[in-house]
């Protein structure tokens, strides 16, 4: 049983679609989205008569989760699982519910660094900037990073340390591959590099600024907005629903991976958190990733200079990206490796086998579950 919510979620997006694509999973939500089929959607009555009988309730994230159903629910013996796809790093949980709850999957689950200096960043510094690494401490490992602001107050530190004893149930979850947004490598790419970035912020107008003073041959810097009849697509296809659509939906468009797929490298820097869904898109349509260095924990995880380009400066960067364009044979390789090991590890389904094994794993879900996972 999972309780849902009524807006195209990417992390809702992944799971659902990951779960419906494990022969021998049945699933049940409470919203008519992200891809769930018709059949699979319960009012709140029977949703909680079937969760009274559920191996495993899952509580999603996003406006229109109904929590209260959610808690309302009572089955001592299913395994209870909050999925946080918040942009936020912080503890998005009360610490009541975090211990009733069994595993919390979280999106932005930033990797460790336990040294004094990160601790002092990490409870004094106010802007977290794009070019600096940024990581979770031991004492505080849920420290509230977004839209490169540190917003971790003292009383933040105070839950955090109170969630010490439960760090145990925090387990990485970044955005999945949708189906939707599959691609195949393109042997002849005709532009060298493309940054398709939307500078919604003042770190990636700075970036885009610097950029086009390079002046690199063959690149294509801009946007390229989403438009109406994308979002019908998206309704079309059962991830959004038509009660409840933004103006211009999340999915990217066909020209938006026309062009990704034309280029040899497209680049992605963090926005409101360090999961971006360009970063797997890029990954899943067969051009080479250059991304801020990895920051967050996640399954299977990217190797740099083996599956896509890692940058923390922009220094680092322009070193990398000159280095690149004059090894184009090298750019390919480690494009085609980035999306072989893309769409075998982090496909929407590869995702729900992993949150399931996760389960088996600890001892929470039967061992036999395993038979379907393979």
């Given at each position: 049983?999972?309780?849902?919510?009524?807006?195209?979620?990417?992390?809702?997006?992944?799971?659902?679609?990951?779960?419906?694509?494990?022969?021998?999973?049945?699933?049940?939500?409470?919203?008519?989205?992200?891809?769930?089929?018709?059949?699979q959607v319960l009012?709140?009555?029977?949703?909680?008569?079937?969760?009274?009988?559920?191996?495993?309730?899952?509580?999603?994230?996003?406006?229109?989760?109904?929590?209260?159903?959610?808690?309302?629910?009572?089955?001592?013996?299913?395994?209870?699982?909050?999925?946080?796809?918040?942009?936020?790093?912080?503890?998005?949980?009360?610490?009541?519910?975090?211990?009733?709850?069994?595993?919390?999957?979280?999106?932005?689950?930033?990797?460790?660094?336990?040294?004094?200096?990160?601790?002092?960043?990490?409870?004094?510094?106010?802007?977290?900037?794009?070019?600096?690494?940024?990581?979770?401490?031991?004492?505080?490992?849920?420290?509230?990073?977004?839209?490169?602001?540190?917003?971790?107050?003292?009383?933040?530190?105070?839950?955090?340390?109170?969630?010490?004893?439960?760090?145990?149930?925090?387990?990485?979850?970044?955005?999945?591959?949708?189906?939707?947004?599959?691609?195949?490598?393109?042997?002849?790419?005709?532009?060298?590099?493309?940054?398709?970035?939307?500078?919604?912020?003042?770190?990636?107008?700075?970036?885009?600024?610097?950029?086009?003073?390079?002046?690199?041959?063959?690149?294509?810097?801009?946007?390229?907005?989403?438009q109406p009849d994308?979002?019908?697509?998206?309704?079309?296809?059962?991830?959004?629903?038509?009660?409840?659509?933004?103006?211009?939906?999340?999915?990217?468009?066909?020209?938006?991976?026309?062009?990704?797929?034309?280029?040899?490298?497209?680049?992605?820097?963090?926005?409101?958190?360090?999961?971006?869904?360009?970063?797997?898109?890029?990954?899943?349509?067969?051009?080479?990733?250059?991304?801020?260095?990895?920051?967050?924990?996640?399954?299977?995880?990217?190797?740099?200079?083996?599956?896509?380009?890692?940058?923390?400066?922009?220094?680092?960067?322009?070193?990398?990206?000159?280095?690149?364009?004059r090894r184009p044979?090298?750019?390919?390789?480690?494009?085609?490796?980035?999306?072989?090991?893309?769409?075998?590890?982090?496909?929407?389904?590869?995702?729900?086998?992993?949150?399931?094994?996760?389960?088996?794993?600890?001892?929470?879900?039967?061992?036999?579950?395993?038979?379907?996972?393979?």
């Amino acid at each position: 049983m999972y309780v849902t919510t009524i807006r195209y979620d990417y992390t809702t997006a992944t799971l659902v679609e990951g779960l419906n694509a494990i022969p021998g999973v049945e699933l049940r939500t409470t919203t008519q989205a992200n891809y769930a089929r018709p059949a699979q959607v319960l009012n709140s009555q029977d949703a909680i008569a079937y969760g009274r009988q559920a191996d495993l309730l899952i509580l999603g994230y996003n406006r229109g989760v109904d929590t209260n159903l959610y808690w309302s629910i009572e089955n001592e013996g299913a395994v209870r699982v909050f999925v946080d796809g918040g942009d936020n790093s912080e503890l998005a949980v009360s610490l009541a519910h975090l211990r009733r709850l069994h595993v919390v999957f979280k999106r932005e689950y930033y990797l460790k660094d336990s040294s004094a200096k990160n601790l002092l960043a990490v409870l004094l510094k106010d802007r977290v900037e794009l070019w600096e690494k940024i990581r979770r401490h031991p004492l505080v490992p849920f420290p509230s990073f977004v839209s490169f602001r540190n917003r971790t107050a003292w009383r933040d530190v105070l839950r955090n340390l109170a969630a010490l004893p439960l760090q145990h149930k925090f387990m990485p979850f970044p955005f999945g591959i949708e189906e939707r947004f599959r691609g195949g490598v393109n042997p002849r790419p005709s532009w060298e590099l493309s940054c398709l970035l939307t500078p919604n912020n003042p770190e990636r107008r700075a970036f885009v600024d610097r950029l086009r003073e390079l002046g690199l041959p063959n690149a294509f810097i801009g946007e390229i907005p989403g438009q109406p009849d994308d979002t019908e697509q998206l309704v079309a296809i059962g991830a959004v629903n038509d009660r409840s659509r933004r103006e211009v939906e999340l999915g990217h468009n066909r020209r938006y991976y026309d062009q990704v797929d034309s280029s040899r490298r497209c680049i992605s820097i963090p926005g409101g958190g360090f999961d971006t869904l360009r970063f797997w898109e890029i990954l899943a349509r067969g051009s080479l990733l250059v991304s801020k260095r990895i920051a967050i924990e996640m399954p299977a995880p990217l190797q740099e200079g083996v599956h896509y380009i890692a940058f923390d400066s922009f220094a680092e960067f322009k070193a990398r990206i000159m280095e690149s364009y004059r090894r184009p044979d090298e750019a390919d390789e480690i494009r085609a490796r980035g999306h072989t090991s893309a769409l075998q590890f982090h496909s929407t389904r590869a995702r729900a086998v992993y949150v399931l094994t996760t389960l088996v794993e600890r001892g929470l879900l039967r061992a036999d579950t395993r038979r379907i996972l393979v």
